[in-house]
């Protein structure tokens, strides 16, 4: 389904008299030459049948030339007996045997295919012609995902290149119920975007929507996922996403038997799937891998760690400046005396640091590998040692920031709200103590169960509370089929 | 907010617990009458039996307009009384919503901030309630449910904390000879049961499945906090007498190996309450106030009545005399039998009659 | 909307607005121990605090029990005086962390409950503080020097809590003092204590009996034997030592689960009993000779142990109860909550029913362990 573009891509033929294909080759040859601007890599080839004459037309680099010679073109060399304006017909019948063709008949067409990598044929008294594809172009192998990693799982993830990744899906999806649907995004870019579902679990409600969602996307160039990620969250303003990533395909088929839709995006090695909940980020596929008493114990630490790194600053800030009472007197002195060398109010100086661990996290993200020991010293003699021997910053607050971090790379699939909420979480400590912590955290809660993507509880399994619906909330149950969760049993 | 979207009894119910609780927990047990701590636990415990009394009409109601709430009535009133009962009612609970806020700020004036802005405190507390108001009622019931474990498990690990000082012998005789004063106070316990009105307006939002849901949260706070002060009495005898909010001390005594105190843990979870609570009584305002007037506007109605609560706070807590005025007035049990009992009978009655004599016109 | 409220947060954090900032630990006097004493227009206060900015100068090194130190001011009130020491110290005192609060003996004497208002105010103290009685003056207790790294509120903390092991002093919370001391049939109690010099030549804390507060004063003061029977009798004790003559030498055992319930016995005349339950570990036998048990001889030990409790119990009750009239045992309490009625007869004349009232003590005990030498067979 092609997307109503609001912009028409320059240089495009926009009226019927420059969209249909001439029954001049030459003409065609010029035409695009004209839309491509004279670029180096449009190439054309004369082949010459008899009294047949083709112009073949194809992007250089985009197309598998030695493929195209054996196949295509040296069958042509003997010469055809047929009329001139029967010319891509008979092109179209005779070379059928393992090419993908197309027969087109509008320029539009012509270019996209070219784009795709095809080989278009044109002939003189023809108004069609007929395109070979053949793509070929540099892609990346199949390799282990970097973000999410699997101890005793697939090593298998996602690729650059979509039909890969719809190849890795299948594999793990033999069956006919998986639905894919293709279709192209982006005027300029025109992104090849997959859209993947079981049919017999997918609701129809939820499938309709995420079509016409992905239908009033409005972009340019789409080169990531998270570019379709605005125009498929329910709630934009919303701390949390409803719309999850990952890099894995067993991640994504588990996800699509649970009734959710996914969406390949063509050079972008991400997977998205709709609705994401709350309870995913606390969920990891290692965990149906061991004892469900160890699962459990490691769900738990990554609820704790999500608590850790989003409250902990702020209840130090809140409990240290307004509430010491509940300290024991030791703890409370060694902290007293740690806090008294430094200048800044403990609101400040936590603001202050996670500032800091903020830039270096983004800073080891994006710097050359060759330069991250340098990084890594500066982080941590400068920032952990020299700053505290200096005064700067008290030890008991570093401990707590440090602990922060570490907590947040145990989640780091939603450290954005993770950071987003820290920072709420110690100007509110700062300001009111534990009160407002408790006030902030109502206030959180109330958003997080409002959220309603899909009209399905961002929530669910922890509120509202389903006992079949999401039985591995904590603890894993026997003989678990990550299939007893289904989407449609948590609709409103 | 989805207005379709139905809450369970069971989420209504953990709703008006952590309401009830709120108010019990942050409020001044001995601003009418000086009872002894030991008293108090009779007090709740008639409370209970009188407060279940109350309820009747409200029960009555709900099972004869076939739990189609004040507003969703297909014979209503003259619509000249049906749409001032209706504005009563949204004022009713921006009076509560008043009471509520002033009720936690006095509290909080004494124990929580002493030296701190009190009224940006209030003002953010109002905020966030007017917040939950406009999510609507089906997350604020949800997220009552977590709080109100957390509130239940508070209560019990203060209690398990407390229990090895208790002295059964610090317990004095029940209804030693304040009878009357007891009955009165368990009256006055029952008339701030705020939820009941707020059960009627919002009957048609929850799925009631038996009747005996939408009632269990008394049993469960009345018993709860006949409990706590049983202990604070058991544990601290006269000392609980002379506090001005005993549960408060129960929970300072209590101590933990992590913890030298606990009543700032504690009472984080009571301003929690209170901002589900204010946020509840300024939607029950909404829907009330909706229906008389359907051009009201949610945003703006939000915004007009939190800026309403704060002001009505303000006046309230600017001297501690007009606030204990206020609380012991016979206005608020006056106003909480006209929301509760009058007006669900005398509903109930008059639709009876208009179906008798329709019956009787076929 | 939302960015204009955080950047308003942002504002009221980094410029310090101080009425929603709070004040930083730092800037807190860390309160440790208070003593009272009566002057002739008001109190003397005398606070023993850990300084963090002393700290912190002195050396990194240093244990938090080298740098208290003692601030002291007079007042017409209570709050006058600690105003006064904001003042001297420049620091907002934190009155959470405070161990214990020390009486001196004029103000225990003349209505301790109003020096006790401030305290049962402040929310900030904790309901758990331990309160105590000087011999003298409090503030000679809280300027006491003690060895280097011990803090006198430590100390006395300590003091105060052993007396559940060893039977000498009593533990007194705040909220348990205010409880028994207002009701109207109990006699609140505190334990006194002095200071002294050790063989040393040093200052030490050291316990010295037990307060009575009857009718709202300072009545007695018992000694440690008499102590030790109140302890016993109410329950206030968990282990206990006891020496004991058997056959020319001294006998130790180790008391311990050591259990008390008094009892009402309801009637014409009411009668009270004591039951007290033990267990103990016999530890030491001043002999030359390694001497073996047998039952029998168990037997008298046994008996010769509940005769010393009975002794100390019977100390107690005659001191405490007989002479002064104090009701330690909350024994009118049981008397009014069992029979409000007999109560009710008595209550103008209390004391004098108390003093005449039968207390009978039963002692039961039980030896369990006598160490690696075997019980011989008779």
């Known amino acids: 389904m092609k997307p109503e573009n609001t912009k028409n891509p320059p240089d495009r033929p926009k009226d019927r008299n420059t969209d249909i294909i001439s029954p001049s080759a030459h003409t065609n040859k010029q035409l695009l030459l004209q839309l491509f601007g004279n670029s180096f890599d449009l190439m054309f080839r004369e082949i010459n049948c008899g009294e047949i004459q083709y112009t073949a037309a194809f992007l250089d680099g985009m197309c598998d030339r030695l493929f195209l010679s054996q196949s295509v073109i040296r069958p042509l060399s003997q010469p055809l007996d047929c009329k001139k304006e029967d010319a891509i017909d008979v092109l179209y019948d005779i070379l059928y045997e393992g090419i993908e063709r197309a027969m087109v008949s509008t320029m539009s067409e012509v270019i996209q295919h070219l784009i795709a990598g095809s080989l278009v044929f044109f002939a003189d008294e023809c108004t069609t012609c007929v395109c070979f594809n053949a793509p070929i172009f540099a892609r990346r192998a199949v390799t282990e995902p970097t973000t999410e990693q699997q101890e005793k799982g697939s090593h298998e993830g996602f690729t650059d290149f979509f039909k890969d990744n719809v190849t890795l899906l299948r594999r793990r999806l033999r069956t006919e119920q998986l639905h894919i649907e293709k279709q192209t995004l982006g005027s300029l870019s025109n992104t090849l975007v997959c859209i993947c579902y079981l049919a017999d679990r997918t609701d129809e409600k939820l499938l309709h929507e995420v079509r016409s969602n992905l239908s009033e996307t409005d972009l340019d160039i789409i080169l990531g996922a998270g570019s379709l990620r605005p125009f498929l969250d329910s709630r934009k303003e919303a701390f949390f996403s409803s719309v999850g990533t990952t890099e894995r395909p067993d991640t994504l088929a588990a996800k699509l038997t649970e009734g959710r839709i996914g969406i390949i995006v063509d050079g972008v090695p991400f997977a998205l799937f709709i609705p994401q909940l709350l309870i995913d980020h606390f969920h990891s596929p290692d965990d149906y891998l061991t004892k469900p008493y160890y699962a459990f114990l490691l769900r738990c630490l990554r609820i704790a760690a999500f608590f850790c790194s989003t409250i902990l600053p702020g209840l130090f800030v809140a409990v240290c400046t307004y509430h010491p009472e509940i300290l024991p007197t030791d703890i409370m002195f060694d902290i007293a005396v740690a806090i008294s060398q430094t200048p800044f109010p403990l609101g400040a100086e936590a603001l202050i640091i996670i500032f800091i661990y903020e830039i270096v996290r983004e800073a080891g993200l994006r710097m050359p590998k060759a330069v991250g020991h340098a990084v890594s010293i500066v982080g941590a003699l400068v920032i952990g040692d020299a700053a505290v021997t200096a005064g700067l910053i008290a030890a008991p607050m570093l401990i707590v920031v440090a602990l922060t971090a570490i907590s947040s790379a145990a989640l780091s699939g939603i450290h954005a709200p993770m950071a987003a909420l820290r920072f709420l979480f110690i100007l509110a400590g700062s300001t009111l103590g534990l009160f407002g912590i408790a006030v902030l955290a109502t206030a959180v809660s109330i958003g997080i169960c409002g959220m309603q993507p899909y009209t399905i509880p961002f929530s669910s399994g922890i509120s509202p509370y389903k006992r079949g619906a999401m039985r591995d909330l904590l603890v894993l149950k026997k003989r678990h089929k990550t299939s007893d969760l289904q989407m449609k049993d948590l609709h409103f | 907010m989805n207005e379709e979207k139905k809450i369970s009894g069971i989420q209504f119910a953990s709703l008006a617990f952590i309401s009830r609780i709120a108010c019990a927990f942050t409020g001044i047990p001995n601003l009418r009458t000086n009872l002894p701590t030991s008293d108090r636990i009779s007090v709740f415990l008639i409370g209970l039996l009188l407060s279940l009394l109350l309820a009747l009409p409200v029960l009555l109601f709900i099972e004869k307009e076939n739990n189609r709430g004040l507003q969703n009535r297909e014979k209503p009133c003259p619509s000249g009384i049906g749409r001032i009962i209706l504005i009563f009612y949204a004022a009713f609970f921006v009076g509560a919503g008043i009471l509520a806020v002033s009720r936690l700020g006095v509290f909080a004036s004494g124990i929580l901030l002493q030296k701190n802005n009190l009224h940006l405190f209030t003002a953010i507390l109002i905020i966030a309630g007017a917040f939950c108001a406009e999510r609507g009622l089906e997350p604020t019931a949800r997220v009552s449910v977590l709080l109100s474990a957390a509130v239940l498990g508070g209560l019990l690990f203060t209690g398990l904390c407390d229990v090895g000082k208790m002295k059964l012998e610090n317990l004095s005789q029940p209804f030693a000879g304040n009878i009357p004063i007891i009955v009165r106070e368990a009256f006055f316990e029952a008339c701030m049961n705020v939820e009941l009105p707020v059960l009627m307006l919002l009957a048609p939002q929850i799925k009631i499945k038996k009747k005996t849901h939408l009632l269990l949260w008394l049993p469960l706070c009345f018993v709860c906090i006949s409990a706590a002060f049983a202990v604070a009495a058991a544990v601290a005898g006269h000392y609980a007498d002379l506090q001005v909010f005993p549960l408060h001390s129960l929970a300072v005594i209590a101590k933990t190996a992590l913890f030298e105190r606990i009543d700032d843990l504690l009472a984080s979870l009571w301003v929690s309450c209170t901002v589900l609570k204010t946020g509840i009584l300024l939607y029950t305002a909404y829907v009330a106030a909706r229906t008389a007037v359907p051009a009201c506007k949610k945003r703006c109605f939000f915004i007009l009545t939190g800026a309403l609560v704060f002001g009505g706070y303000l006046l309230l807590t600017a001297n501690i005399q007009f606030f204990a005025n206020v609380l012991q007035s016979a206005a608020v049990p006056v106003l909480f039998l006209f929301a509760t009992v009058f007006i669900p009978l005398f509903t109930c009655l008059k639709n009876g009659r208009k179906e008798h004599k329709e019956v009787a016109k076929q | ?378």
């Open chain 3, 1 to 378: 909307m939302k960015i204009l409220a955080i950047f308003l947060c942002f504002l009221l954090t980094f410029t310090g607005c101080s009425a929603t900032v709070g004040t930083q630990l730092s800037n807190r006097l860390i309160i440790e121990a208070i003593g009272i004493d009566a002057q002739e227009d008001g109190f003397l206060v005398s606070v023993l605090a850990l300084h963090t900015q002393q700290s912190n100068a002195a050396n990194a090194t240093e244990t938090q029990d080298s740098i208290g130190q003692v601030f002291s001011a007079k007042g017409k009130s209570l709050s006058e005086a600690f105003a006064q020491i904001d003042l001297v110290s420049g620091l907002v005192p934190l009155y959470s962390q405070t161990r214990v609060l020390i009486f001196g003996k004029e103000i225990a004497e003349n209505e301790p409950m109003q020096a006790l208002d401030f305290f049962i105010r402040n929310y900030t103290l904790r309901e758990s503080i331990l309160l105590a009685v000087a011999d003298a003056k409090a503030s000679e207790i809280i300027e006491t020097e003690l060895e280097k790294n011990t803090l006198v509120s430590k100390n006395v903390q300590d003091i105060l809590e052993s007396g559940k092991n060893n039977g000498l002093t009593v533990a007194v919370e705040l909220y348990q003092f205010v409880n028994r001391f207002l009701d109207e049939t109990d006699a609140a109690y505190l334990p006194v204590i002095k200071t002294q010099e050790n063989q040393s030549g040093k200052k030490e804390i050291t316990h010295a009996g037990i307060a009575l507060f009857a009718q709202k004063n300072l009545t007695a003061v018992i000694d440690k034997d008499a102590a030790k029977g109140l302890l016993w009798t109410a329950g206030l004790i968990d282990n206990d030592l006891l020496s004991i003559p058997f056959k020319g030498r001294t006998l130790s055992v180790a008391v311990k689960d050591c259990k008390s319930k008094i009892r009402l016995h309801k009637g014409d005349i009411p009668t009270f009993s004591a039951e007290i339950q033990f267990s103990c570990d016999l530890i030491e036998y001043n002999t030359d000779d390694t001497l073996l048990f047998n039952l029998q001889e168990l037997e008298d030990v046994n008996r010769e142990l509940q005769k010393q409790v009975q002794k100390i119990t019977e100390e107690f009750i005659r001191t405490a109860i007989r002479e002064n009239g104090c009701d330690c045992l909350s024994l009118l309490k049981k008397l009014r909550n069992g029979q409000p009625a007999y109560y009710a007869q008595i209550k103008d004349k209390q004391t004098d029913y108390l003093k005449d009232a039968v207390i009978t003590v039963q002692i039961s005990s039980e030896i369990l362990k006598t160490g690696r030498e075997v019980v011989k067979p008779n």
